[in-house]
């Protein structure tokens, strides 16, 4: 018989917020945390606002400064976000866990992006690499938050990383799931991060034309807006601890929600756009609805849409829900883009809207798409606009389809 499976702890780093109660709290008052860009300059460049973080002291977490120093942004984020998310769970390896039933998979869709530039920079300046740092390849490399995070907590079932661009933490979910779900594993650790919105990034996705060139930071991510122009570039990171239900149940562990479903599937069309008619994005949503029992008679559903801002991928994705759901049905789904606040975080924004969509069905609350005043006729779903609405949702999708065709769909029902 398949294992059940249950969320029992969460964390996020984001522009909106460096703990779960301010990102919940922001994301429920619309609050957006996109902003022009500080920490580097940026005249000369096309795109010069994205969804930094600030105030984060990586001590503050019980980070020490000398592994601060020797890793990547990406997996110091990651780390935050797992000790929040681990720190909620109250799952102690050797303890109330054997460390050979901890897993890991927290992911990046990068890597260390900071480390790469000046590294560059040095093999330009001497191509015989004497000053490149031994340290290069192991803070560089992807899976070196996965791999830190394990030996942080001693977790010694399977740690790995997925790849899959903007799709990249929810297929480290999706996989989790089924380790659980298959008896793999007791309980996994979950998630992704990402630190994009540096030079070199900002300059590569410009100039494939993927991001806006809004000069408002405010009003410049405009998911299912008629005046939409492409995505925030966006810094962050979110991690959830997954566990067999009986565990979490017998150890006395809050349970968030039950994660019940996970499609995965590929548009197999082009490298950066969606395929335009939603289908293979649609059979990715049924998938997971499917697995989680869904009944259109007794399910009030939200969807936490991948919603870019993007005019391909917003339009396609309204076409993929419908699809899903059938049109009739489409309609009466509670659907927001939460990157309409947070920005695009890459490999950490899967996961963080996997938290929002826990903490909607949690609360009864669905957070808003916020700026969509002038609605795209093609786009015409009750995309919660501008404000939160409450609602008894039971069933949550968060979507994730990232270039290369990577589609992912996870599914939660309230617990």
């Not at 990102?23 to 994205?50: A, H, M, Q």
């Not at 995965?264 to 998938?287: N, V």
Request: with cysteine.
């Amino acid at each position: 018989m398949d294992n059940r499976v249950v969320v029992t702890g969460l964390g996020v780093l984001s522009c909106i917020g460096n703990d779960v109660n301010t990102f919940w709290t922001n994301l429920k008052s619309g609050v957006c945390g996109i902003d022009y860009i500080s920490d580097f300059p940026t005249e000369g460049f096309t795109v010069r606002i994205g969804g930094k973080i600030h105030g984060f002291n990586p001590e503050e977490y019980g980070i020490p400064p000398q592994f601060t120093r020797k890793q990547a942004a990406f997996t110091v984020y990651a780390m935050a976000s797992a000790i929040q998310a681990m720190n909620d769970s109250g799952l102690v390896s050797g303890s109330n866990i054997p460390a050979d039933e901890l897993g890991t998979i927290v992911s990046s869709g990068v890597g260390g992006f900071d480390i790469i530039t000046p590294a560059c920079a040095q093999i330009m300046e001497d191509p015989t690499g004497r000053w490149i740092s031994p340290l290069f390849i192991p803070t560089m490399i992807s899976n070196m938050a996965a791999g830190q995070i394990a030996i942080r907590f001693d977790a010694r079932n399977e740690s790995m990383n997925v790849q899959t661009a903007c799709a990249t933490s929810t297929h480290s979910l999706g996989l989790a799931y089924r380790a659980i779900k298959h008896g793999y594993a007791t309980a996994m650790i979950a998630g992704g991060s990402e630190q994009a919105a540096v030079p070199l990034g900002l300059a590569g996705f410009a100039n494939c034309k993927a991001l806006t060139l809004a000069p408002d930071p405010k009003y410049a991510c405009l998911p299912f807006n008629k005046n939409r122009a492409g995505f925030v570039m966006a810094d962050g990171s979110a991690v959830l601890v997954l566990e067999e239900m009986e565990h979490a149940k017998a150890r006395g562990a809050h349970i968030y929600a039950e994660m019940t479903g996970f499609g995965s599937t590929c548009d197999a069309y082009h490298a950066t756009a969606p395929r335009p008619d939603g289908s293979t994005q649609a059979k990715c949503m049924s998938i997971a609805l499917e697995q989680s029992g869904f009944n259109p008679e007794t399910d009030e559903v939200y969807v936490n849409a991948h919603g870019t801002g993007t005019v391909l991928n917003d339009a396609a994705e309204t076409r993929a829900i419908k699809i899903a759901f059938g049109e009739e049905q489409a309609r009466r789904v509670h659907i927001s883009s939460t990157k309409s606040m947070h920005g695009h975080m890459f490999g950490g924004t899967g996961a963080a809207e996997a938290i929002a969509t826990v903490l909607a069905l949690q609360e009864g609350i669905i957070p808003p798409t916020i700026n969509l005043d002038v609605p795209d006729p093609e786009c015409d779903l009750d995309y919660t606009p501008n404000k939160a609405v409450h609602a008894d949702v039971n069933l949550g999708l968060s979507n994730s389809f990232g270039f290369g065709g990577h589609n992912a769909c996870i599914a939660f029902r309230k617990f």
